[in-house]
């Protein structure tokens, strides 16, 4: 069974930096693109950002490029996200995401964890 | 503002058919980026509903159906269960904004009277 549970959501001031962690198991992780989406408090899903199965390639929403940096233990079957320079609108439920192969869409889903970012 | 263009909400009674529309443009789903269609139950994560316009997922319900044309792709959904009753989103890609970027549709709120 396919499970990927995220990690290190918390209440940082804005300005702060926050490193989230995505565990996953029941796959071959190191096979697979890996995503990280967004959901504000009451809005729609955002992507933010995916790492290639080897993490040779990485790519960002414009919304976060040169703040988050996502990165991937294949060793250690995670996925990660630090981000720095944290605003308000960083505020959201952050999913980690497993990419479905070719067609480009999302298999599987953690259930996310909570970034406030409040002063 | 969302690439992908959705309504807001729709509505049926129990046993209808019920349709959701995701909108795009040439760069994205008149491109020919698949859609694919999640659900999202209240309070849990994004669920996979449709991938490749209109292939479903073991274990989704034959129920829910997805097709696309143009620059323009449908959820069906026929013979509305209460359990139906949750957010809809629409995904694809758009060759227009820089990097390899993912969009989503703003979502839509099914509700079942």
């Known amino acids: 069974e396919v499970q990927l549970v995220e990690s290190g959501g918390v209440v940082v001031q804005p300005g702060g930096s926050l490193r989230l962690s995505c565990a996953a198991s029941?796959?071959?992780?190191?096979?697979?693109?890996m995503h990280w989406v967004r959901q504000a408090p009451g809005k729609g899903l955002e992507w933010v950002s995916l790492?290639?199965?080897?993490?040779?390639?990485?790519y960002y929403a414009d919304s976060v490029k040169g703040r988050f940096t996502i990165s991937r233990d294949n060793s250690k079957n995670s996925l990660y996200l630090q981000m720095n320079s944290l605003r308000t609108e960083d505020t959201a439920l952050y999913y980690c995401?497993?990419?479905?192969?070719?067609?480009?869409?999302?298999?599987?889903w953690g259930q996310g964890t909570l970034v406030t970012v409040s002063s | 503002q969302s690439v992908l263009t959705q309504p807001p909400s729709v509505s049926g009674a129990p046993g209808q058919r019920v349709t959701i529309s995701c909108t795009g443009s040439s760069s994205n789903i008149g491109a020919g980026y698949d859609v694919h269609w999640y659900q999202q139950l209240p309070g849990t994560a994004p669920k996979l509903l449709i991938y490749?316009?209109?292939n479903r997922p073991s274990g989704v319900p034959d129920r829910f159906s997805g097709s696309k044309s143009g620059t323009s792709a449908s959820l069906a959904i026929t013979g509305l269960q209460a359990e139906d009753e949750a957010d809809y989103y629409c995904?694809?890609?758009?060759?227009?904004?820089?990097?390899?970027?993912?969009?989503f549709g703003g979502g839509t709120k099914l509700t079942v009277l």
């Open positions: 995904q694809s890609y758009d060759s227009s904004l820089s990097g390899s970027n993912v969009v």
């Open positions: 490749g316009n209109s």
């Open positions: 995401a497993k990419d479905g192969g070719l067609t480009g869409h999302f298999d599987y």
């Open positions: 790492i290639s199965w080897d993490g040779g390639s990485t």
């Open positions: 029941g796959f071959t992780f190191d096979d697979y693109t």
